[in-house]
Every structure is written in C-alpha cells, then in structure tokens.
C-alpha cells in the first residue's frame, strides 16, 4: 500500500467501526426489546395479543424486504430530518439502525422460541410476573443463541456500512470507490477487502468467544 492511501485508509476504518458499532449499540437497544414483544404477544405466550403481534409482525416485514440499497435512498428526508444532513458517516447510520432493528428482532424472537415451554410453565406456577418470566427465564436462558444472532448481524452491518460509503456514507466502501475504482488503483480495493475480512473473522471470533461462555450447558 502507498504511504500517500494509509492515513486515509486509517481514517476510513475509524469511520468504518465507528458506523457499524454504534449503529449496532442503537440498533440492539430497540431490536431486543422487539423481539421479546414479537415473542411474548403470540398466541399461546405470557402477553398473548394476536392481533398486536400481527400488525408489528406487518411492519417488521415490510421493512426487511426492502433492499438496503434502496432504503438507504428512500430515507434520505427522514435522515436529513434526524441529523441535519444525508451524507455522511453520521448519516448512513440512521439506514444502518433502521435496516438492522426489524432483523434483530425476529433473530431474537427465533431464539426465546428455543426456550424450553417448561421452564416457562414453572415459573408461572411459582407466581412469577410476565417481567419476571422474561428477565429471569426467557432472556437468561437464550442468551448465548441471543449474541450469535447479533453476530451475525454485525458482520452484515460492516457489508451494508461499505455500502452505504458507496454513496456518501464514509469509510472503507468510500475509500475503495473513490481511490480504488475511480481512480483506476486496485492497490486501495484490496486493501480495504482484506481489511474487511479481518474485520469480519474479528467480530465472529469475539462473538463465539462470548456465546460461548454464557452457554451453561
């Protein structure tokens, strides 16, 4: 890599971790608390209201069939509304928070389902509340399940943030667009792909590292 690209390549992956980590913070913050509510409102479950969970069920949907690419676009008032402005790495997270809340929560609404209906029915018989049920029972038991699936939500998040940079977001996909393909240097796309898969393998090592030892089993 020239010495001209890694000040640029540097300030790229700040731009890079700094889009995806917060995104994911944000984006974890309202995902789970989803997800519990998809889980808890089925029919049958503690907060049985069928046709709540319909309509979140709906809206959930909707938005995961949306392209990232074109959510990115699509949003672009509401992002300029939210933070002053559409371009941006502060900008391309408000796609990225959006398009990773609705996939978070059916992944943790995937994993509460593997939770025993046992250990569920026990704790109702001891008179525990449906808060109780859900912070001492459902979450504890599916954690480990729980942070594999925000793994792989993370790492998709690094792709859709290279994306984003693509069109103004910032980052490793700016920098491989602007210097790599632009300007006829596949020194700089090479660079930024390698740096990305390390990026990738880092993620998914921590995150089984960390599923791991929450699993008890």
Known sequence: MPADMMPLLSKALGETIYMVFVSMAIATAIGVPLGVLLHTTETGQILAAPVFNRAISTVVNTIRSIPFIILLVAIIPFTRLIVGSAIGTTAAMVPLVIAAVPFIGRQVETSLKEV??????????????????????LLPEAMPSIVAQLTTTLIALVGESAMAGAVGGGGLGDLAIRYGYQRFRPEVMVATVIILVILVQAVQFVGNRIAARLDKR
């Open 116 to 137: 025993p209906s046992g250990l569920i029915e026990a704790a109702e018989s001891m008179g525990a509340s449906p808060a109780q049920i859900v912070w001492r029972v």
